[in-house]
């Protein structure tokens, strides 16, 4: 574990997040996709219930992304500027099976809200930690996810969505192709 759990639980979430704009189309097209994706990624707080959710939470997306294309400069600049629309104000909770942790909105706060705030204060830890390398782009041709590399070495190039396997079976054409040629 590099981070803080919740940190690293939370750096995974925002990135599935900031993909479901990603390039295989809206993954969150309405009301229920966004409470699939709410359960899936074991969000807590105010479920999502109203249209004016979802577009909320839409709309955070392409802010989000730039967390992860910009510079350290404009990510701090970023950063502070979610935590003080959202008057983030942090504490430490302990829920569920969850050992203390920091929660900065209140329980009833709008899910945008929410995802915002712990997107922002996850990458302060990232930023504290000299770590912004570890939140990369797809190295998939023409894939453009967002990652997290929470590997040891560093090595994780790839996003969830399969482009691992895809770059392997690539590979293998290649390497095979290369063959027959010679
Ligand atoms: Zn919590
Ligand atoms: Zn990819």
């Not at 993954?27 to 707080?45: K, N, S, V």
């Not at 802010?63 to 504490?91: G, H, K, S």
Request: glycine residues 4%; charged residues 30%; proline residues 5%.
């Amino acid at each position: 574990m590099f981070f803080t759990h919740d940190t690293e639980v939370t750096l995974t979430a925002t990135a599935a997040l900031v993909n479901t704009a990603g390039g295989d189309g809206e993954l969150l097209p309405d009301l229920a996709a966004l409470e699939a994706f709410y359960a899936t990624y074991q969000w807590t707080g105010r479920p999502p219930r109203t249209d004016a959710d979802l577009h909320a939470v839409r709309d955070l997306r392409p802010r989000l992304r730039r967390l992860w294309e910009a510079d350290e400069d404009e990510v701090v600049t970023i950063v502070n500027a979610l935590l003080r629309e959202e008057n983030a104000l942090p504490r430490l909770v302990r829920h569920d099976d969850w050992p203390y942790h920091l929660h900065a909105t209140p329980d009833d706060a709008p899910l945008a809200s929410r995802m915002a705030v712990e997107a922002a204060m996850a990458l302060v830890d990232v930023v504290r930690a000299g770590e912004l390398g570890r939140l990369r782009i797809c190295a998939f041709p023409d894939c453009g996810n967002v990652l997290v590399d929470l590997s040891k070495n560093r090595s994780r190039r790839f996003c969830e969505a399969g482009c691992g396997n895809r770059a392997a079976v690539s590979a293998y054409r290649a390497r095979k192709a290369a063959r027959r040629r010679t």
